[in-house]
């Protein structure tokens, strides 16, 4: 098995999709996040092909930070999200993935299996900001980002939980 990651700017996106969940091992949250709820369908799709999805987000543009399905950051603000997927599949389907992506520049993704071997379109010192908000009088904040080192020592606790 291998975990990918796949952060994107076109609405593709996903989570855990069973609406009935009430916990999952690689993450601390109880039951499904309102957000899910914004692609579901796509998840279950996903699931259903081999892909065990295990984190997720829609694409957000521009929604008010008090949004009670997508906000956060406090009041008056606006959050943007880039879509982004996590999941465990066979090597065959990752191969797959990775040719689609060939095709796909706006796609960014990193793989990794237990083994150490890592597949990735980016350096290993870029950092992809997949979640930013902008409130008035501050800088933007970014409390969501994506790079190599922190994914491959991620990678040690999923598959440890796997």
């Known amino acids: 098995m291998s975990k990918a990651s796949l952060a994107m700017e076109p609405p593709l996106v996903v989570e855990s999709p069973l609406g009935n969940l009430k916990s999952s091992p690689w993450s601390e949250l109880d039951g499904l996040q309102p957000e899910t709820k914004i692609i579901n369908e796509q998840l279950v799709?996903?699931?259903?092909?081999?892909?065990?999805?295990?984190?997720?987000?829609?694409?957000?543009?521009?929604?008010?930070?008090?949004?009670?399905?997508?906000?956060?950051?406090?009041?008056?603000?606006?959050?943007?999200?880039?879509?982004?997927?996590?999941?465990?599949?066979?090597?065959?389907?990752?191969?797959?993935?990775v040719e689609k992506c060939k095709a796909l520049p706006s796609i960014t993704y990193m793989a990794v299996n237990k083994g150490e071997n890592w597949v990735s379109n980016t350096a290993q010192s870029d950092v992809n900001v997949v979640t930013w908000g902008v409130f008035p009088a501050k800088k933007i904040i970014q409390p969501t980002i994506v790079d190599p080192a922190s994914f491959k020592v991620w990678k040690d606790e999923a598959f440890g939980t796997w």
């Not at 081999?50 to 009041?75: H, K």
């Open 45 to 97: 799709k996903i699931n259903s092909k081999g892909f065990l999805t295990i984190n997720s987000q829609p694409s957000v543009n521009a929604e008010r930070s008090d949004s009670p399905t997508v906000g956060w950051g406090g009041p008056v603000g606006y959050v943007y999200q880039k879509a982004y997927l996590e999941f465990f599949c066979s090597k065959e389907k990752l191969d797959a993935v």
